[in-house]
């Protein structure tokens, strides 16, 4: 099974840029479709991005369209969420996921679906 740990989270000042990364051991993200979440306190998990395993199709939820870029990278085993144009709302505990078994261009944007999680990183935007 793969194993996911995120990187890359901080304190930056609305309108600043921050890119998340998640390395996956274990086996090749390849064979996975991937997504990104995030968790404010007192709320809910909350869909950010997804990607197919091919990385040709995306999708990113209306509230972050146009200000972030989910991407990956499977020679690298490497999963990205490039944040610009950050506001005090984006701050949360942000997750990266993986789940196996979709077809090349699929796109997951269900938590229940995904099988496995990293244990996310912080990202706090000051106003």
């Known amino acids: 099974q793969v194993q996911l740990v995120e990187s890359g989270g901080g304190l930056v000042q609305a309108g600043g840029s921050l890119r998340l990364s998640c390395a996956a051991s274990g086996r090749t993200i390849s064979t996975y479709a991937m997504g990104w979440f995030r968790q404010a306190p007192g709320k809910e998990r909350e869909f950010v991005a997804a990607?197919?395993?091919?990385?040709?199709?995306?999708y990113h939820a209306s509230s972050v369209k146009g200000r972030f870029t989910i991407s990956r990278d499977n020679a690298k085993n490497t999963l990205y969420l490039q944040m610009n144009n950050l506001k005090p709302e984006d701050t949360a505990v942000y997750y990266c996921?993986?789940?196996?078994?979709?077809?090349?261009?699929?796109?997951?944007?269900?938590?229940?679906?995904?099988?496995?999680w990293g244990q996310g990183t912080q990202v706090t935007v000051s106003s």
């Open positions: 990607i197919s395993r091919s990385g040709g199709s995306t």
């Open positions: 996921a993986a789940d196996l078994g979709r077809s090349p261009s699929s796109v997951v944007t269900t938590a229940r679906q995904y099988g496995y």
